[in-house]
């Protein structure tokens, strides 16, 4: 089992940044690929962005890059999420997720969830 907890939601303006971060414990981080995923009211959970068990390899929804990172201390067991110039459509409760598998998108591929964390944009 993995257990996963999110920090560093809440409210900010257009414009501003946020880091995300995702503490690990239980199994062996460095043997997960992570992944971050938000659900806003009304909506299908949806990728944002992943990492491979090394930090080599991320990928990234269309929508989030070039102003979102995904990084992991793989000795801190923490992988985060660096949001910039957010919008308020990154309005959702975001959840970092774990998977067996090298990199994934697909919420199917994730093993174990986080509880979520509120992020708030406003205009």
């Known amino acids: 089992q993995v257990q996963l907890s999110e920090s560093g939601g809440g409210l900010v303006q257009a414009g501003g940044s946020l880091r995300l971060s995702c503490a690990a414990s239980?199994?062996?981080?460095?043997?997960?690929?992570m992944g971050w995923f938000r659900q806003a009211p009304g909506k299908e959970r949806e990728f944002v962005a992943t990492?491979?068990?090394?930090?080599?390899?991320?990928d990234y929804d269309d929508s989030v890059k070039a102003r979102f990172t995904i990084s992991r201390d793989n000795a801190q067991n923490t992988v985060y999420l660096q949001m910039n110039s957010v919008k308020p459509e990154d309005t959702a409760v975001y959840y970092c997720?774990?998977?067996?598998?090298?990199?994934?998108?697909?919420?199917?591929?994730?093993?174990?969830w986080g509880q979520g964390t509120q992020v708030t944009v406003s205009s």
């Open positions: 997720a774990a998977t067996s598998a090298l990199v994934a998108r697909n919420t199917r591929t994730y093993n174990y």
């Open positions: 239980g199994r062996t981080f460095s043997n997960y690929a």
């Open positions: 990492i491979n068990r090394n930090g080599g390899i991320t």
